[in-house]
Each structure stands twice: as structure tokens, then as C-alpha cells.
């Protein structure tokens, strides 16, 4: 959507199409209730960092966000005290000083390792990623960020939370929202960068857009059409066609051919390459026989909605602290986290179809922070669960483990919420796949930083471009990865029109 209002807005004749019945894919947010849920998680971090939203004139087509503050709450199934972090570094310290005033100087030292690191990030994301590029990016911050870059990168994730921190609280939760959600070990070697994620937050803004996160989608339409692109809703693509020149134009499932000599896929690039590229031409023989070859990952993310007549209030805040540091807890996100000996063992788990008793929770009431989007009185809860294999060895029909990780979280919370819920609903990965075309239920991400983007194997990842001439790719698993972001979309865009 974000290529498509680019090219739109450059006045190039541009036709989005989309396979469901609305816009914005897992970033969306639907009915559900009366309530209004998101698909995702709903924290938008990534977004903020690029200038998406100020060049597509987001705002005047609707898109207000809000400040999550504190950005997270990190918790852990140990007992150990939960700790706020917040976008300001010296409120962040002051409440670990509070909770956790053994681990104060590590979250210095942390800080000061991995804050250069994220600016470079976020910077070299907002670009398509080229030696030259990168290197003028770190000189420019003065090679500030780029020991941390590369040293961390080949530890693994845990290595580096376990060189600040002491102790679980500090170390988990962090882990959580990186390696975790990314479908991996915290423990693999090269999972480094995924320990940044305290860090993007002290950098980036956490935040939510007022009416959830399908404003987002809803907006880059709006704009995309304002610009005088055209959009098909309900029109599923079941092929990409070429001549022996390039592409040529896309066909329908209802057997409409549209022709076109630009093609751009935002889907799964292994579906793009191998199940929809008919006819290539010869020079995209190798692209093809290396998509095929490669082992397609399996959705592990699964998130329930549920609408209440109340707030779930947390049993073991230190309630006095949490006033004084004017915290509302529940409006952000709870990190609950499982130890990191659990984490890599739910890993394996997962690889035979099984479940951690206390798997990796992300809890939010999303209208804590936003009243619109639940009637009067009414509440939506947001608890995402990680490492829910695709091929789950019970299957995804009954409720049951879902029905477990509510008990799980009810345990952590006021003795009122299971009569609050009034109707609640589960996406597992097998929604993933039956409802938002993500094959085998897996949301795709491009793995690793910068650094992964340069001695990248698959080029078409990273610059956008395939061998086959005027057809390009773009989304989550393109540079420079998943999450609400947007930058994959305005570097695919950059590319097309350079390319013009
Ligand atoms: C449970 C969960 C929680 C998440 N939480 C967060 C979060 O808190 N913060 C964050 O930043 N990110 C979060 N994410 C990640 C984020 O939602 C995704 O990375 C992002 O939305 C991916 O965008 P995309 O455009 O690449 O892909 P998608 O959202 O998958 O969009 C692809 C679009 O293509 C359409 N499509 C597929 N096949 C066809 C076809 N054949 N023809 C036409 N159209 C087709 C799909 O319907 C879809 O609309 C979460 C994801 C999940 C699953």
C-alpha cells in the first residue's frame, strides 16, 4: 500500500489490488463485538522513524497517533517485579533504581552500546541498503553504532542481555519482543541485534493510531486514492504473466487479465516466485529454483480479542510506585516473558507441535489508551501468544490452549476477569493462512539488520528488483523486515521510480 501511494502520488496510473474484502492485512483492525480489534499487536514503533507519514500527508487523511507511556510493561512468569520502560531514559532509570537497583549500571552500560546502534538503524532503513549507502550513513553519525552492529550481530541475543544483566527481569522480557517474536532462539548465534529492543524504544515513540491500527491502512488508501489511484478490493492474484522481455500484467481468480509492465508483490515471495510467476523469461530460472528449494517457515503467532465489561487490574504491581511514576498499566503492553532456558526449550517444542505450559504473552487493553474503539463502558483485551506452532499437535479447531493462556494470564490478574470477558475470539495461525493468505499461517520478515542486507543471499530482498524486468517486490520480507513499518514499501517505491 505504501508503494502504491508513492507511485501514485509521482502520477504514475497505479492499480492496488487486494485479495480480501478490505484493506491493510495483519496490520488492519476489523469489527469484532461492537468493538473495534486489531490484527496486530498494535504497537507501532518501526512507522514513526520513516517519513511515510508526513510525505503521503497521512494526517489529513485521518492518521492521529497516540503516545503508549510507558511503551512497555516487562514482566516475567519468575515473580519477579514488574518494570516500566519508558520513552525518557531517566524516568526508565528512575524506576528501575525503584524495582531493579542492582541492574541500574548494566542498563547504562546497555544503553550505551546499543543506542548508536539503533539511530543507525533506523537511519540505513530508510533507504534501499548499498555499501556505499551505508557506509556514508555511519560516517555521517561518525562510525558511531557500528562496533555494537557488527559485534553483536554475530552473538546471539541471549549472550548480550546476559553481558548487562543479572537477572531474568531484565534479561527476558527484552528477548521477548525481539528473537521471540521473531519465530527464533534467543539462544542462535547471529540472533545478536535482537537484544536493541529496550534501546527502540528510548529512540522511536511507541504508539497506537486513534481507532487502532487499521488507520494506518486506512489512510495510505485514502491518500493512494486522493493521488488518483485505483483499488479492487475481493480480487485474489493467481498469477504473475510475463513474455520473454518481463512481466506483462497479472491474472485474477475470476480470470481477469490485467496487463501492465510494472508488477510489485507485497505477498510471501516464495508464493510470488514460485506459485504465480508463469512463463518467466530465462533470466529468472535461478530466482525461481532457489524460492523453490528453500524451506518455508511456519506461522507461530496467535492473538486473542476479547471484549469486557473492565479493565483486568495486575496483582503484583507496587501500586503506590506505579502512582507516583504516573503509570497506567494496563494501557501499554505487558511483556510477560518465560525464562530464557524456557524460551530456547519452547523453540523446540515448537519444532515437534508443542506448546510452553507458560508461553511468551503480549497483553494490552488497547481502549485503556483509546476509548473509541469499544462502546461505552466496554473493553477490548489484546493478548498475543508466541511460539503457537502452525502444526500444533492438537490442532487449531478446539479452543482449549487458548482457553489455557487466559487461565495463564488470569493468574496474574484481579480475581474479577474471567466474569468480565463477554465474548472473546482466537486467531491462530491457521486463521493466518485461511483468512489473510499468509502461507501456513507465517507473517514474513526479513531477517537480521544492515549488515544482513549487504552479504544478503537472496538480492532481491534488499534491492527490490528481480531478473525479471519490471517486476519487484516489496513488504515484511523485503529490508528492512517486519512490523508496521512502511520502509520497505517507500524504498520499493524509490527503486520503481528510478528505475522509470
Ligand atoms: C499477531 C501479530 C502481531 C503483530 N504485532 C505487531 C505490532 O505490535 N507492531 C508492529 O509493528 N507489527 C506487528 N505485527 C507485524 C505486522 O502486522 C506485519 O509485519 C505487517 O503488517 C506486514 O505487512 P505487509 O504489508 O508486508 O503484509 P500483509 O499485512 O500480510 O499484507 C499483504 C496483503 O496482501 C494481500 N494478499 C495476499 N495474497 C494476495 C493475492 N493473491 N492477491 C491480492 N492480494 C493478496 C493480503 O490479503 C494482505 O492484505 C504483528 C503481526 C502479527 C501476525
Redesign the pocket.
Known sequence: ?VTAAYLAQAGMNTLL????AA??????SEPFADATVN?????????RTTPVMTELRLAEHGLRYLDVEPSQLNMAWDGSAPWPIFHDIDRTIDALNALHPREVEGYRRYLKAALPAVRLLFDAANDPPSFGGLTRKAMNNRMRGVSTMFAWSRRSAADVMRSFFDTEALRAPGLLVGPMVWGISPEFSGSGLGALTYALRHVANVGRPVGGSGMVPESILAAFQSYGGEVRLS????SIMCDNTGVIGVRLVDGTDIRSRTVIS??DPH?TFVE?LTNAPPQATKLIQRWRTMPHSQGY???IDAVMSAIPRFRHLDTALFERLGIDAEACTAAIAPTIADMHRGYELMSRGEILEQPGL?VNVPTALDPTMAPAGKHVLSL?AIYTPYNFTQGWSADDEPMRWMQQYSTLVDDSFPDCIEQWRV?TPAS?ERE???PQGH???FAGGPLAALRNKNPELTRYETPVSGLYI????TFPG????GA??RNAAMVVLQNR
Open positions: 500500500m489490488l487486494e485479495a480480501r484493506v491493510g492485512g495483519t496490520a488492519g490484527i496486530c499487536n498494535c504497537d507501532h514503533l518501526t512507522f480480487s485474489p492474484v493467481t507485497a505477498c508464493r504465480w503467532e496467535s492473538k503480549l498475543e486467531v493466518y489473510f493468505h499468509l507473517a514474513t520478515s516489496t513488504g515484511a520480507a517486519a512490523g508496521v513499518w520497505s514499501g
